[in-house]
């Protein structure tokens, strides 16, 4: 492998963290963190924002006289770790709502896990900086590629190909008011339905088929691509076109309910447990597969330590300069304080609290040290966060089972608590380590980056329970309800929440959850021949897991997007390189609809302190008169100009 070389030699130091980049940083990372946890809610999954967040700070710093590719940099890696933390917060946070441990989103508690999870994200991953980086040389795929955003934005390969960052910013801002036009006109106006689905009985069973007509959805299939998406839908078509009508065959429908109600019935009621069950398998298995990454990755940085015992001191390069000792230990200590207390009133002892504590450090280090080993091979977007967290949630409950007793009320919070924190330490492990390989191609300085990724992280703890508590309010978050019968599915908070429901003794309905258990374990025999086979299609058993759990409109919709980039990729002629404009147009369909998402709940956080005002200021009717069809026209002319803006050369890469 060719040595890298730093854009910024080390030799040469630039201004980084400034007071225009900070204030950047703070801005981006609320839009971006904020953006997420909607999306993470609503669709199960979220994006990386690094290069949105790189070629808007581009964009806003031209603006000013002086500039230069660190601020960037520094930028950047601030607002991707507040959409990181976002991640981690609602795979896990909304699960205490939903087991009913909280009745609202607690803003001090939530803040404190949020915070504490990820500056444990941060500060066990910096020790792995050099290891990970500069000994072992992980690809990091996604920094790499933030790494080239910021070089050709700075003229560093090709002056004749130099982006122009302004034109992407305008194409990021154009599909972000689109994005929020189309928001406003479908749950604002409410002029379409949110989706276009129907269903017919047939014999003693119901037959499905429907598509979410929302441009976040269509936006994230184009950015994950076509493999993933279909994979995705693959699953959603196991869970509702085969296992739901056999299921309807065997045992008959809902009484008294027919049609989309049996449908939806069935799926809420029954086969949802399949996806459970098959999440479960695949969360396991992703621990069992990272036992030699984990292993290797600590014999690299015990090597590395070794090494630089070995040497007389030297002067460190600026490139090379960690956060020191201190900076990490001091920091650590202070961190737990808070968390012993929050575990200890959770669960009502001292002990138990202090149990728990050191359970969700040990599990914090292992994991935020998977997350970054596996970000260096395969990305922080491909990251199976969801898998260890999983695995991190059954491990904590039993071990709390044995000192609390499987009927404590208190069992379930106290599980969540521990698993809110390693994910979110685990979801900021891989993108602290893919923002700092960026920042080693640019030359950047470490320990700049690693004060950032800190702002990051406070910034979206504090930006997201209130944005959370916005969405239950507006939308509810888990099971329908009379009041709010279409909510954000968050599927990994429920999965979460159930699993630790069922550990102290609530229940799960296991004959479904053993099938798909089985239906896993069948993926993962396949995903593996396929590996032996060097195909280049895979079946990642938790993509596929994902798709039976998640409503089939969503999975739909999400495939089309992949269907979409494919198509568009072919026509440019441009490999398996996606075009950037096309990226950056569809993060900005993503970031619009998100946005306007949460300013539709605002007039009811203000209706709670001015009763006289109006919940729904702007809903013209109760049930769109049309339906779901002008939703179609407005998903298809968004499509239009997805697949138009795709059509713009990325320039050289």
């Not at 803040?111 to 980086?133: C, D, E, K, S, Y």
């Not at 998977?370 to 990305?379: E, R, T």
């Not at 396949?526 to 798709?547: K, M, N, Q, T």
């Not at 026209?633 to 320039?651: D, E, F, K, N, T």
Request: aromatic fraction near 6%; proline fraction near 6%.
């Amino acid at each position: 492998m060719k040595p890298d070389h730093p854009v910024v030699p080390a030799s040469v130091t630039l201004p980084e963290i400034t007071v225009k980049a900070v204030v950047l940083s703070v801005l981006l990372a609320a839009v971006l963190a904020a953006a997420n946890a909607y999306l993470g809610l609503f669709a199960g999954m979220t994006v990386s924002a690094s290069i949105p967040a790189a070629v808007a700070s581009m964009a806003i710093l031209r603006l000013f006289r002086r500039s230069n590719i660190l601020e960037n940099n520094i930028v950047q890696t601030a607002a991707s770790s507040g959409e990181a933390l976002a991640a981690g917060v609602i795979f896990t946070i909304p699960a205490l709502v939903l087991v009913g441990y909280w009745s609202e989103f607690d803003y001090w508690q939530t803040v404190v896990i949020a915070t504490v999870g990820g500056l444990l994200g941060v500060l066990f991953t910096i020790p792995l900086r050099r290891a990970l980086i500069v000994t072992a040389r992980l690809r990091f795929p996604e920094g790499v590629a933030t790494a080239e955003v910021l070089k050709v934005a700075a003229g560093d390969r090709h002056s004749s190909g130099r982006i122009d960052a302004a034109q992407d910013l305008r194409a990021l801002l154009a599909a972000a008011l689109l994005g929020g036009a189309v928001k406003f006109g479908e749950s604002g106006l409410r002029l379409w339905s949110e989706s276009l689905e129907g269903a017919a009985n047939v014999g003693r069973t119901v037959l499905y088929a429907g598509v979410n007509l929302s441009p976040a959805l269509l936006a994230v299939g184009y950015i994950i691509g076509l493999p993933t998406s279909l994979v995705v839908c693959a699953g959603g078509l196991i869970g509702w076109v085969i296992l739901m009508p056999l299921y309807g065959v065997v045992y008959g429908l809902p009484p008294d309910k027919t049609g989309l109600a049996a449908a939806m019935a069935l799926w809420s009621g029954q086969i949802r447990y399949v996806g459970i069950g098959a999440m479960l398998t695949g969360g396991l298995w992703t621990l069992t597969k990272l036992r030699e990454p984990v292993w290797h990755s600590l014999q690299t940085l015990r090597a590395s330590y070794h090494r630089r015992q070995a040497r007389a001191p030297v002067t460190v390069e600026r490139t090379e300069r960690d956060a020191s000792l201190p900076w990490i230990l001091v920091p650590l200590g202070l961190s737990l304080v808070p968390m012993a207390w929050i575990y200890a009133t959770v669960s009502g002892s001292a002990s138990i609290g202090l149990v728990m504590a050191l359970v969700m450090v040990c599990a914090a280090f292992l994991f935020s040290s998977v997350a970054a080993y596996m970000a260096g091979l395969v990305g922080s977007s491909s990251n199976p966060v969801s898998g260890v967290t999983i695995a991190t949630i059954m491990l904590a409950a039993l071990l709390l089972v044995l000192f609390m007793g499987a009927g404590h009320p208190a069992g379930p919070a106290a599980a969540l608590v521990i698993g809110a924190v390693v994910c979110c330490a685990a979801a900021m492990g891989g993108d602290n380590l893919q923002d700092l390989k960026t920042g080693h191609l640019v030359g950047a300085t470490p320990w700049k980056q690693q004060i950032m990724q800190v702002v990051g992280v406070l910034t979206g703890a504090v930006v997201l329970v209130p944005v959370l508590s916005l969405l239950q309010a507006k939308y509810g978050i888990g099971e329908p309800t009379a009041v709010h019968p279409h909510p954000l599915s968050a599927p990994q908070a429920t999965l979460m929440a159930s699993l630790t429901k069922s550990v102290f003794g609530a229940g799960l309905p296991w004959p479904l959850v053993g099938l798909g258990a089985l239906i896993g374990s069948g993926i993962i025999l396949i995903d593996r021949r396929l590996e032996r086979r060097g195909s280049e299609f895979r079946l990642p058993v938790l993509a596929v897991a994902l798709g039976i759990y998640l409503p089939l409109k969503l999975s739909a919709a999400i495939c089309i997007g992949g269907l979409l980039a494919d198509v568009a990729r072919k026509a440019t002629g441009a490999g398996d390189e996606p075009s950037r404009r096309g990226l950056l147009f569809a993060a900005g369909l993503i970031t619009g609809e998100a946005l306007m998402g949460i300013v539709l709940a605002l007039p009811i956080a203000l209706a709670a302190l001015w009763p006289g005002l109006s919940v729904d200021p702007f809903g013209l009717f109760t049930v769109p008169p049309l339906g779901g069809w002008p939703g179609m026209v407005v998903m298809v002319s968004v499509g239009a100009l997805l697949y138009r803006a795709a059509q713009i050369p990325a320039g050289p890469r």
